[in-house]
């Protein structure tokens, strides 16, 4: 395994898998360069290094070759941020992509058409009919798996050294994220955004300073029940937010009204808070909420106690002596990961719990801890403060991030320490 930082690009051709699955309006004009902006520093090296950039990526979910999840629509802003000219290949495959990665001289770039037009990319089958017979899948399968072996050779051909900078696909064992290193036995490497992400969810897994919190919110104790066990062995404190804190509340015998509720995971819930108690983990969950009596913005609120809302209401946001309690946890904390809104995020009325998060999370951070913030909505709200840059790290990753919090190996990042 090389690093990018020691590795000598001159005359190299380098072959970069990002994550530039960013979002297009109706124009297909970029609206959220994010992604694009965390993979310059990489792409630059190579170029700053002496050599050429072959850029692969994915766009969306397509299922056959479509131009609204086309890659060349998203030129004009790479090469805005870049600074330099794009060159695209109209598909990933075939003599033009071959010919126009061959002909690359350094300081040149080319971006390959979406990889996801293939369905060697991901290694599934597609098209098949639903009543399709467990013989029929099996075997629309095996002909994929022979067919991403040529797949696969066929961009590692395209270059001289491998790159993998795409964090949010490292949980995926698709052909360019993980399959493709083996082509590139002693030239294979992490870009910054891989390194970044892994340096950072190791500090706080590995070598955290303590006391360490977790912040978990979000809808579903299912989704993290994973994450919750593994971090019991880590963590001194647990803050317990959001939809998912009502299914503990209920378990222990509170009344929720109408607040969410995965009625089968209440056993689950009370096994967690024993754990957690033996462990000598303290498990913060919402003394008070904000309840609404409809689940809309205009809704009515009040403020209640989090195991006594009324019939009819529904737990909307944390209410203050929740945010005080988790504020002098938060403070007096030396590493801090936040994953999940504590309120009903998308909803202004309802969002003042979790943008309060931010403000504990940047004001602890300024005092020495270590933060890192991940998952869709508490990246949005670190965001929407202008908080990004007052955190330590903010986490791209989404699912792959969760998986790594888990204690699962990704394949992404086994392909490259092989």
Same mark, same amino acid.
């Given at each position: ?20 699955? &960013? ?25 700053? +290094? ?28 790479? $090469? ?5 000219? &794009?060159?695209? *290949? ?16 350094? +300081? =040149? ?10 369905? $060697?990319? $991901? ?11 467990? $013989? ?16 696969? #050779? ?17 949980? #995926? ?17 992490? +870009? ?26 979000? *809808? ?108 002098? &946890? ?12 504590? +309120? ?21 951070? =300024? ?12 990246? *949005? *709200? ?37």
């Amino acid at each position: 395994m090389q690093n990018i930082s020691t590795y000598n690009f001159t005359g190299k051709r380098a072959i970069v898998r990002v994550d530039f699955n &960013v979002p297009l309006n109706a124009q297909f004009e970029v609206t959220d360069n994010t992604r694009i902006r965390a993979a310059i520093p990489t792409l630059k090296k190579v170029l700053d +290094g002496g050599g050429a950039l072959v850029i692969m990526s994915h766009l969306g979910r397509p299922k056959k070759s479509e131009d609204k999840y086309s890659l060349r629509h998203i030129i004009p802003e790479v $090469e805005k941020l870049l600074g330099t000219k &794009v060159l695209f *290949a109209p598909d990933c495959m075939g003599k033009q992509a071959a010919e126009m990665a061959a002909a690359l001289k350094s +300081g =040149q770039v080319l971006l390959l058409e979406n990889l996801r037009f293939y369905a $060697e990319e $991901e290694g599934k089958p597609r098209g098949l009919a639903e009543d399709a017979s467990e $013989e029929e899948k099996k075997a629309a399968k095996t002909v994929v798996k022979e067919s991403q072996k040529k797949f696969t #050779r066929t961009l590692a051909s395209y270059a001289d050294c491998y790159i993998n900078d795409a964090f949010g696909t490292a949980h #995926r064992a698709h052909a360019s994220t993980t399959l493709i290193a083996a082509y590139f036995p002693n030239d294979k490497m992490f +870009g910054y955004v891989m390194e970044g992400e892994i340096k950072a969810i190791d500090k706080v897994l590995l070598a955290p300073e303590h006391p360490l919190t977790a912040i978990l919110g979000g *809808a579903k104790v299912s989704s993290k029940i994973a994450i919750i066990e593994h971090l019991l062995d880590k963590v001194d404190n647990m803050i317990i937010g959001g939809g998912m804190s009502f299914t503990f509340v209920k378990a222990q015998g509170g009344k929720i009204g109408n607040s969410l509720c995965e009625d089968d995971q209440l056993q689950l819930a009370l096994d967690i808070m024993e754990k957690a108690k033996a462990k000598g983990v303290k498990i913060y969950i919402s003394e008070d909420v904000i309840a609404g009596d409809a689940f809309d913005n205009n809704a009515n609120e009040q403020t209640c106690d989090v195991d006594a809302i009324p019939d009819g209401w529904l737990g909307m946001d944390a209410g203050a002596k929740a945010l005080e309690t988790w504020k002098n &946890v938060i403070m007096n904390s030396r590493t801090i990961l936040w994953n999940g809104p504590v +309120g009903v995020f998308e909803m202004p009325k309802f969002a003042k719990g979790t943008l309060a998060l931010v403000e504990f999370v940047a004001k602890a951070t =300024q005092q020495g801890a270590f933060s890192l913030v991940g998952g869709g909505d508490s990246v *949005a *709200a670190v965001t929407q403060m202008g908080y990004a840059d007052k955190v330590s790290y903010v986490s791209t990753g989404g699912g792959a991030m969760l998986e790594y919090l888990e204690g699962i190996e990704l394949p992404g990042i086994k392909a490259i320490r092989e």
